[in-house]
């Protein structure tokens, strides 16, 4: 199973950028989908964006569309998270996860990391 560490995470003014990235402790071929989730305190987990490791197709949670980027260094086994024009109700710990199936659009992930926080500030 791929073990991934999430980095990155911070304070941040309101409207400011943070680049969070997740990287994976193998390279594997197989057909499969990672993404990004959050979790402010007493609140749901909330599904953020996805991408498709090979291929490279994204799907995103509307209320980050435009402002937030996902990508993938292949060579690096890294998956990169681009947030721009953060808000405050931005702020929750950021979690990497991982799905091994071609279940798409992926929204529920197999497995994570152990978060990053992110603090978004008025």
């Known amino acids: 199973q791929v073990q991934l560490v999430e980095s990155g995470g911070g304070l941040v003014q309101a409207g400011g950028s943070l680049r969070l990235s997740c990287t994976a402790s193998?390279?594997?071929?197989?057909?499969?989908?990672m993404g990004w989730f959050r979790q402010a305190p007493g609140k749901e987990r909330e599904f953020v964006v996805s991408?498709?490791?090979?291929?490279?197709?994204?799907y995103y949670a509307d209320f980050v569309k435009g402002r937030f980027t996902i990508s993938r260094d292949y060579a690096k086994n890294t998956m990169y998270l681009q947030m721009n024009s953060l808000k405050p109700e931005d702020t929750a710990v950021y979690y990497c996860?991982?799905?091994?199936?071609?279940?798409?659009?992926?929204?529920?992930?197999?497995?994570w990391g152990r978060g990053t926080q992110v603090t978004v500030s008025s």
């Open positions: 193998k390279r594997s071929f197989s057909n499969y989908a």
């Open positions: 996860g991982v799905r091994y199936d071609s279940t798409w659009p992926a929204t529920e992930f197999t497995s």
């Open positions: 991408i498709r490791w090979i291929g490279g197709s994204t």
